[in-house]
């Protein structure tokens, strides 16, 4: 592989440039989901079967808990603009080792299952939009890309391997199972305690970009955000914001209603061969990419991702195992242009620091999937009722190529907004760093 392509730094160069609080930061990104995922892909099981709560029960709290991780990222990028990433990133691991310590009371006392899962999922709207702060803090706009998707390889690493460690135990001994995961909680939050401040409690937490379109903010406008001077919503950009939030919803068909579909035509073990397959191909994939989705212009880039989730859903339809994973991965490969690409343009597009834009495409995110949760499962089940459950899939696919082309009329309709000077260049300025303040200093250089 060539060091530099385009003009843009390598992925190991750009990597190589990593200092050790990024790099336990990585490990960090890895820790926390392998100690997640011994856990939370269980809890349907555990909740029913271990604690004996029904399957209504369970679905309403695990969709309260989706919406909660997701949808809450956006208080967690406030918070984190407000207190600094380090402190954020600390209360959150504070919130979610709690979480998993109150599963062991619920062995003893069922329904604090429920508050545990909840504080869990809380933790983790915390966490994420400050990590990816962190991670990309001072960074240059060009090495960003691989920053990002080294943070989302380490994060898939982790989601493939604790499901791995943790089933034989979830059911049959998960006492020690819930005492290891929140040792390991305490263990990766005091870790953070001793990372170099950023963000309030030492600087800020992201460069802010200017525009052509608009003077770079002031010193005193910027501590005025940082102290809550704008709503959560302000500054939002709002095409990175509604198509993060369509491939949510579009990917979380695939997420939620797999595991019946393909449990029902072949076996548990070779859905779990497919779930690895796609986390693979986002370790591996999705790193090497990144610098051409950076260069990439963002209608190409739409166009590429939803054409993915198109073809995957309806291959799904087929129902083989050749059809499963085929499908799989077509999708996969769709959103590892899509999410990656989203939260570059995000970025790039608002003059928000970058905790904030991160918790404002969470907060898509988890709209996304609670109506994927919400119409997905009616669709579902009235494909389950007439005895042909493929064509849910090939309506899925019908969405992936209607829903897409709003974004277009979402587009033309901006008027002459900042955002439309943005959308008339999609794709010919995301190469050019952009200064992070008034004095014209490059983030990174």
């Not at 336990?24 to 029913?48: A, D, K, N, Y």
């Not at 997701?70 to 979610?96: E, H, K, N, P, Q």
């Amino acid at each position: 592989m060539t060091e530099r392509t385009g003009g843009g730094p390598g992925l190991r160069t750009a990597l190589s440039t990593l200092t050790g609080p990024l790099r336990f930061l990585l490990l960090s990104s890895f820790l926390i989901p392998l100690g997640s995922f011994m856990v939370l892909p269980f809890m349907s099981v555990f909740l029913h079967e271990r604690l004996g709560m029904g399957l209504g029960a369970v679905g309403v709290v695990l969709a309260a808990a989706s919406l909660v991780q997701f949808s809450g990222g956006i208080l967690g990028g406030a918070l984190a603009d407000r207190v600094g990433l380090r402190r954020t990133m600390v209360w959150a691991l504070v919130v979610r080792t709690a979480g998993f310590a109150a599963f062991l009371a619920a062995l003893r006392w069922p329904p604090m299952a429920v508050g545990a899962l909840i504080l869990t999922c809380c933790g983790a709207a915390l966490y994420l939009p400050a990590n990816k702060a962190y991670l990309v803090h001072g960074v240059a706009e060009e090495r960003r890309p691989a920053f990002l998707s080294a943070g989302n390889a380490a994060l898939n690493a982790g989601m493939a391997v604790g499901p791995l460690v943790a089933g034989p135990f979830v059911l049959s001994s998960p006492g020690p199972l819930f005492l290891g995961v929140t040792a390991l909680f305490a263990v990766v939050a005091v870790g953070h305690v001793r990372l170099p401040a950023v963000g309030a409690e030492g600087g800020r937490s992201g460069p802010v970009r200017s525009r052509s379109a608009s003077p770079a903010p002031s010193a005193s406008a910027s501590a005025s955000e940082r102290a809550g001077g704008q709503g959560l919503l302000a500054g939002v950009a709002v095409l990175p914001f509604v198509a993060n939030g369509l491939a949510f919803y579009l990917y979380f068909h695939f997420q939620h209603y797999l595991a019946v579909y393909a449990v029902q035509r072949t076996s548990s073990e070779f859905y779990s061969l497919v779930l690895l397959t796609c986390f693979v191909l986002v370790i591996v994939v999705q790193p090497l990419a990144s610098g051409a989705i950076r260069r990439m212009r963002y209608p190409v880039a739409l166009a590429i991702g939803f054409a993915g989730l198109a073809a995957g859903m309806a291959v799904l339809a087929y129902g083989t195992k050749t059809a499963l994973l085929t499908g799989g991965v077509l999708i996969t490969l769709g959103d590892i242009v899509l999410f990656l690409k989203n939260d570059l343009e995000a970025l790039r597009r608002s003059s928000r620091s970058d905790a904030v834009v991160f918790g404002q495409q969470r907060l898509a995110a988890g709209l996304g999937a609670c109506a994927s949760g919400v119409l997905g499962g009616q669709l579902y089940g009235l494909g389950e009722r007439a005895g042909h459950t493929g064509w849910f899939w090939l309506l899925a696919a019908v969405q992936c190529v209607l829903l897409p082309p709003l974004l277009l009329a979402l587009r033309r309709g901006r008027g002459t907004a900042p955002l439309a000077h943005d959308l008339v260049h999609d794709g010919h300025t995301e190469g050019t760093p952009v200064p992070d303040d008034a004095h014209g200093r490059i983030p990174g250089r």
